[in-house]
């Protein structure tokens, strides 16, 4: 059971360029999240789906787009990077049984992204 | 969302029991209380969730007053693999959300 699968692990940009972020999920999850984290800091919510065909924005979407076609993918698109978007990137997955409030989020290992 | 309020670092030494409090005056009647670690270079990973009074599970406790106002994350007997960041995360009853403060990060010492 891989969990969330994020990749790549590592990219570095230039800026002006676009890119998109994957994340996947076997765990038949219908939350997904995008959260970034900068240095020394604690993690900001970009965009969540509480499943397919339906995304929101978070606290900071300015910058990035996604879609959630299927259950399992949630792919975050930059399209024009900044070096303001230099970050750790990490997607999140959460079950929906009983109450929404007592399903922990199961978290991939990042993208660390470098927009120079 | 309620905001919580944590310090932002603790020392510690091997053996020791660690608590953690956090505060989080304006929870909700429905929301969670959920603590999360995180290794450098990691994802954060889930620890505990409570919503009133003691939950307890292979690695920690949670403590929450009636008031539920403020929690306390124990840690027994802590080892040096247990230096980390902390989360303390009130959850939204509607929206499953998480807002992250700057976390307690947790030095243990030999």
């Known amino acids: 059971n891989a969990g969330v699968t994020q990749t790549p692990k590592f990219r570095i940009l230039k800026i002006g360029q676009s890119m998109t972020l994957q994340c996947t999920q076997d765990?038949?999850?219908?939350?997904m999240y995008w959260y970034r984290q900068d240095p020394g800091m604690g993690l900001k919510l970009i965009y969540y789906s509480v499943g397919a065909g339906i995304t929101d924005k978070g606290e900071v979407p300015n910058g990035y787009n996604v879609s959630r076609s299927t259950t399992e993918d949630f792919p975050l698109r930059l399209e024009l990077a900044a070096p303001s978007q230099t970050s750790v990137y990490f997607c999140?997955?959460?079950?929906?049984?009983?109450?929404?409030?007592?399903?922990?989020?199961?978290f991939g290992d990042g993208t660390r992204l470098s927009i120079l | 969302l309620a905001k919580t309020t944590q310090p932002i670092s603790m020392d510690s030494y091997e053996g020791q029991e660690v608590n953690i409090t956090c505060s989080h005056n304006n929870i909700a009647t429905n929301d969670y209380i959920t603590w999360y670690q995180q290794f450098p270079s990691q994802g954060p990973r889930f620890i505990i969730q409570g919503y009133k009074t003691k939950v307890t599970n292979e690695v920690a406790s949670l403590f929450i007053p009636a008031d539920r106002k403020s929690s306390t994350l124990s840690l027994p007997r802590v080892s040096l693999s247990d230096t980390a960041v902390y989360y303390c995360l009130v959850v939204s009853s509607n929206t499953g959300k998480l807002i992250f403060g700057q976390g307690t990060t947790l030095q243990v010492k030999p």
């Open positions: 999140a997955s959460r079950g929906d049984r009983g109450t929404i409030s007592n399903q922990p989020q199961h």
């Open positions: 765990m038949n999850h219908n939350y």
